[in-house]
């Protein structure tokens, strides 16, 4: 079983950049692809990227490309999301996510673990 927690969230200002992290624990990260979803109050959870196990495959929701950059670091149980240039509507309660799949889907069902979300809010 993995485990995984998010970190990295906060308050800012539109313009601005934030960088998520989401750690893994045991030693099985480097066979996940990795996702990350957000889910805003009164919405359905979303699809926001995605990256394979070994990082080069990266799949990235219309929303945000141009934007964000996942990114992740297997020797230290790691996944990344840099996010540029935030406006309000990214404002969300993001989720990591971890699936034995080759390819970043963006299909919720194929993801087997999912961290407790850290909340983004970015003013006007």
């Known amino acids: 079983q993995t485990q995984l927690l998010e970190s990295g969230g906060g308050l800012v200002q539109a313009g601005g950049s934030l960088r998520l992290s989401c750690a893994a624990s045991?030693?099985?990260?480097?066979?996940?692809?990795m996702g990350w979803f957000r889910q805003a109050p009164g919405k359905e959870r979303e699809f926001v990227c995605g990256i394979s196990w070994d990082g080069g495959l990266r799949s990235y929701a219309d929303s945000v490309k141009g934007r964000f950059t996942i990114s992740r670091d297997n020797a230290n149980n790691t996944v990344y999301l840099q996010m540029n240039s935030l406006n309000p509507e990214d404002t969300a309660v993001y989720y990591c996510a971890a699936g034995l799949r080759r390819l970043p889907t963006a299909i919720t069902n194929h993801y087997d673990y999912w961290g407790q979300g850290t909340q983004v809010t970015v003013s006007a």
């Open positions: 045991g030693r099985t990260f480097s066979s996940y692809s």
